[in-house]
């Protein structure tokens, strides 16, 4: 089953408006952590956001900040004042425990984000 | 503070033959990971080091990849024979061993294998 939901295979923006990238997760750990990375066109990834399970405030880091419901296994990626340079790949990734006690993040499939003139 | 390097960065093989990637991750990084990025997709882990021994490689094709970690810092994978299947991104990236941090990933800048 899939861990880490991304249904969005592509958005569009204009510049300087605000976008929401979406994700849902699945997990039966009460202790995880969330993350946004942004993969340009170049193949490096990028982290950008952290949020943890127990942090009672939505996580924000500049222009992005996480809208994170947990009831509802979302943690959306909020980008406001879109730029061009934003235009790359977006990956939401889940820290889970493995079975051997060790950790690792698992990745959803993806949005492609555009940013138009 | 040097980030995680990789070698090489683009790599063009015939089926059946073999590749090796190379990884140095972030000096003091204990956990070092193998992630493969097919075209497309996001990035599936292969293989989790933890200093020098492995604490996953579940979804490593064992038949043909195999990766190590000698004395705990750099690490090789390798591909023995390459099907077409194995074209794709391989992301080597590296964490510190900190229970309190958030467990947050650095990544190299990825080797590109293509197999024709």
């Known amino acids: 089953a899939q861990k880490i939901t991304q249904t969005q295979p592509g958005m569009f923006v204009q510049e300087k408006e605000a976008v929401t990238l979406d994700c849902t997760y699945d997990t039966s750990d009460p202790s995880y952590g969330l993350f946004w990375y942004k993969q340009p066109s170049s193949g490096e990834m990028i982290f950008l956001i952290y949020q943890g399970s127990y942090d009672q405030q939505n996580a924000t880091e500049g222009r992005y900040s996480l809208n994170f419901q947990k009831a509802r296994k979302s943690a959306n990626l909020v980008i406001s004042a879109s730029q061009l340079g934003d235009s790359a790949m977006y990956f939401c990734a889940m820290r889970e425990r493995t079975q051997g006690g060790s950790e690792k993040l698992v990745f959803g499939k993806g949005t492609k984000l555009t940013v138009n003139p | 503070e040097a980030g995680v390097a990789q070698s090489p960065r683009y790599k063009i093989i015939e089926k059946r033959q073999s590749v090796a990637f190379w990884c140095n991750p972030i000096?003091?990084?204990?956990?070092l990971y193998w992630y493969q990025q097919i075209l497309g997709q996001g990035p599936k882990l292969l293989i989790q080091?933890?200093?020098?021994?492995?604490?996953?490689d579940s979804q490593l094709p064992k038949d043909r990849f195999s990766a190590e970690r000698l004395k705990g810092v750099d690490s090789t994978l390798k591909i023995q024979p390459a099907k077409l299947e194995d074209s794709a991104v391989y992301l080597c990236?590296?964490?510190?061993?900190?229970?309190?941090?958030?467990?947050?990933?650095?990544f190299g800048e990825g080797s590109r294998l293509t197999v024709l």
């Open positions: 080091f933890q200093n020098n021994g492995v604490v996953d």
């Open positions: 000096s003091g990084h204990a956990t």
């Open positions: 990236a590296s964490s510190p061993q900190d229970r309190g941090g958030t467990g947050e990933l650095f």
